[in-house]
């Protein structure tokens, strides 16, 4: 009899970009993987808008700038080198002079590996944690370039900046659409609704949309309450609480993957 933690288990993965490497941590662990990446994520289908943006930011048309993904800071810097490369040491220079506000560490981390530091960090990684952290500096005047999740205009920040007085100059550098075919997708949640799937654990919001939009709420809610949800941090908690959702375990306080795993190793673990 196998003595790894998670021997017997079998975990739902419907993360993309990672997948691999999500699955590969619960695997060493002994789990069995359902590898179903819900979304895709790929770059803005026209890049025109977001050149422009990167060329106004270039030229110092920023005080400020809001890095809500990791994604997307790399989707920026990744659009500069397809289409612009000669911008990219412009666009590096304007980016560590600005103040850098950062949503959490995954966008921390980006800037991180560009040689670069946050400059103000909200307490948690939520839109209300970066409003927070906004709320007692003086934005009056100030242009704030703001780097979006998705295609999510985030309303609550935008209007809170431009009550505060600051001009808000919105970027949308790449968008999420569908990975795994509906039929797959289906199959997912009757796998769950049969009880064969002893946890999922969901690492985006747009995961979460994707299966209540393909499965429909009522069977999605039935098929999750046989099985231990597990989210990656508060935003993703709360995108399914927001659906009816109870999410039975999520990490503290470090947002990641490795955290994730360690709290479904801890719920789970074989006895």
């Not at 920040?157 to 659409?177: K, N, Q, R």
């Not at 935003?235 to 109870?246: D, K, N, R, Y």
Request: aromatic share 4%; hydrophobic share 50%; net charge neutral.
């Amino acid at each position: 009899m196998s003595t790894a933690p998670l021997s017997e288990r079998t975990i739902a993965v419907p993360e993309t970009r990672e997948l691999d490497v999500f699955a590969g941590l619960l695997e060493r662990r002994g789990a069995s993987v359902l590898r179903c990446p819900l979304v895709a994520i790929r770059d803005a289908p026209d890049p025109a808008p977001v050149l422009a943006w990167l060329r106004r930011f270039a030229a110092g048309g920023c005080d400020d700038l809001v890095l809500l993904t990791g994604e997307g800071l790399r989707r920026l810097v990744g659009c500069l080198e397809r289409h612009e490369p000669a911008l990219k040491e412009r666009f590096l220079a304007e980016l560590e002079r600005v103040r850098k506000i950062t949503r959490g560490p995954k966008p921390a981390r980006a800037l991180r590996e560009l040689g670069l530091k946050s400059d103000l960090a909200a307490a948690v990684p939520t839109t209300q944690g970066v409003i927070a952290a906004l709320s007692g500096l003086a934005l009056a005047g100030r242009r704030v370039g703001v780097q979006l999740y998705g295609t999510e205009p985030n309303l609550p920040l935008i209007g809170f900046l431009e009550g505060a007085g600051a001009t808000v100059l919105s970027v949308a550098p790449y968008v999420y659409a569908d990975a795994a075919d509906e039929q797959a997708v289906r199959a997912l949640i009757e796998r769950m609704a049969a009880g064969a799937v002893d946890a999922i654990a969901f690492t985006s919001t747009p995961q979460v949309e994707r299966l209540f939009s393909v499965g429909g709420p009522e069977a999605v809610r039935a098929a999750l309450a046989r099985t231990v949800v597990a989210a990656v941090g508060p935003v993703v908690a709360a995108s399914l609480e927001a659906h009816g959702v109870t999410v039975a375990l999520m990490p503290a306080e470090s947002f990641f993957l490795k955290p994730l795993t360690s709290a479904l190793e801890a719920a789970l673990a074989s006895h």
